[in-house]
């Protein structure tokens, strides 16, 4: 039943949160991080996987998958709903007061 209650929350909460950016008087973007450890044999956790639903954009940061590397700190793969476009793979390095991203393969110093 926590499970239920878990989806149920956040289903409210999203409503809640598109009515509230619909708003004409002052209109906003809903911005929410959802963490979630990897899940064994690709399961997802539901409440995770409505959010993923709603969503308008999904940034999904990961390590890289070829392992450490010292010019590149990690990968977002950027996941438009599935009628905006096509999803795209970008690297990061984290710096003192900024990210950099790039396209695998064209990292600048």
């Not at 809903?30 to 690709?42: E, I, K, M, R």
Request: with cysteine.
């Amino acid at each position: 039943a926590g499970s239920c209650d878990s989806e149920r929350d956040v289903g409210m909460l999203m409503e809640y949160l598109s009515a509230l950016a619909a708003d004409t008087v002052w209109p906003c973007s809903v911005v929410l991080l959802a963490q979630a450890a990897p899940a064994p044999s690709g399961a997802v956790d539901k409440a995770v996987a409505l959010l993923e639903y709603q969503a308008h954009l999904v940034l999904e940061v990961s390590p890289l998958v070829s392992g450490h590397s010292s010019a590149v700190h990690g990968q977002v793969l950027i996941r438009p709903r599935k009628q905006q476009g096509q999803q795209v793979l970008m690297h990061f390095k984290a710096r003192d007061n900024n990210v950099a991203f790039f396209r695998p393969g064209f990292f600048q110093t």
